[in-house]
C-alpha cells in the first residue's frame, strides 16, 4: 500500500502551520488519535472544521491549536459546555479565537458544494433567524427560476481532512459504515485526506451501496486500531460514557486541564501504526 503511513508521519507530513483541518464523524468514528497527533505536534493557527465538535476540539483549542473555527453546535454530548471553548471565547485563553458558526444542512451543503468543485451551496434555511446578522457567510439569494428566497452559504474546502473509519485494504481503499456523518463529502472536498482505520485487511468485503473511499481519493492511511476512543466505533469497541462525564471536571480548570492533557497526551508515546 503505497499511501500507508504512520499516524505522526502523516500529520508531520500533511499537516502544516496555518491549515484548514476538517475532522469528521458523527457520534462515532471520531478521529480523537489524530487529534491528539497534531496536538503533541504542536500544530498552531489551525482552522478547525467540523459539524458538532465535541471533546476533541476542546482538547485542541485548550491547548492552543486553533485560531479559527467553522462548526455547526459545540458541546460534550450528553454532559453540556465544551469549557476549553467558553474560554478562548469568552476569556480569549490560550489565545483568542475567531468563529464561524452554522447550522449542520449548512456544514453539509458547504462541504458538498466544495466536493462538486462549486464555489458556494444553496440551501433552505436561515431565513427568520438572527445568525445571519452575525456570520457574513451566510448570505440570501433569489432563485434564478422560482423567485423564492434561499441562503447561501461559501464551499468549504479544506487543505486537510481527517476521519477514522473501520478498514482499509492494502491498496489503500476505505471502509466504513455505521453511523456515517459527512465523512464522504469532506474526502471529496479536501485537497489532502488523511484516515485512520482500525485494521487493514487483504479484501475489504464491502456490501452493495457500502460506503467506500476509493484509494485514488486517500492521502495517507494509518493504521490505529482504537483510534476512535473514547467514541465508539461500530463493530469494533462502545462508547466510553464515563469520560465524557468525567471530562465536564477535568476542562473547568485550566490548571487541570493542562495537567490532565500532560499526562494522558503530551507525555504519552503516540501510536505507530503499521500494515
Known amino acids: 500500500m503505497s499511501n500507508l503511513l504512520t ?32 496536538i503533541r505536534q504542536e500544530k ?23 485560531k479559527r ?19 478562548a471565547v469568552e476569556k480569549h485563553f490560550p489565545h ?11 456544514m453539509t451543503v458547504s462541504y458538498t458544494a466544495a466536493a462538486a468543485g462549486l464555489p458556494f451551496g444553496v440551501m433552505r434555511g436561515f431565513l427568520g433567524s438572527d445568525l445571519a446578522q452575525y456570520n457574513p457567510n451566510i448570505k440570501f439569494i433569489d432563485c434564478p427560476f422560482t423567485g423564492e428566497r434561499l441562503a447561501a452559504v461559501p464551499a468549504i474546502r479544506p487543505d ?24 464522504k463529502e469532506i474526502a471529496l472536498a479536501a485537497r489532502k485526506v488523511i484516515v485512520t482505520v482500525e485494521e487493514i485487511v487483504d479484501d475489504l468485503d464491502a456490501p ?21 476512543a473514547p467514541s465508539y466505533a461500530h463493530g469494533y469497541y462502545d462508547r466510553d460514557n464515563s469520560f465524557y462525564q468525567a471530562w465536564d471536571e477535568v476542562s473547568r480548570d485550566r490548571e487541570n486541564f493542562q495537567r490532565w492533557m500532560r499526562e494522558n497526551v503530551m507525555d504519552t508515546v503516540p501510536v505507530k501504526g503499521g500494515a
Open 7 to 38: 499516524l505522526s508521519d502523516a500529520i508531520r507530513t500533511h499537516l502544516h502551520q496555518g491549515d484548514c483541518v476538517a475532522l469528521e464523524g458523527f457520534t462515532h468514528l471520531i478521529p480523537f488519535a489524530a487529534g491528539h497527533e497534531i
Open 44 to 66: 498552531r493557527d489551525l482552522t478547525l472544521v467540523r459539524m458538532t465538535p465535541d471533546v476533541i476540539f476542546d482538547q485542541m483549542i485548550g491547548m492552543g491549536c486553533a
Open 208 to 228: 452493495a451501496n457500502a460506503c467506500v473511499l476509493p484509494a485514488w481519493v486517500v492521502t495517507a492511511v494509518c493504521h490505529v486500531p482504537g483510534g476512535a
Open 96 to 106: 483568542p479565537i475567531e468563529i464561524d458558526e452554522r447550522s449542520h444542512a449548512a
Open 69 to 87: 473555527l467553522v462548526f455547526s453546535w459545540g458541546g460534550n454530548p450528553g454532559v453540556g459546555s465544551l469549557h476549553r471553548l467558553r474560554d
Open 160 to 183: 486537510v481532512a481527517i476521519i477514522h473509519a473501520q478498514r482499509a485494504d492494502r491498496a489503500g481503499n476505505v471502509h466504513l459504515w455505521g453511523i456515517v456523518g459527512v465523512q
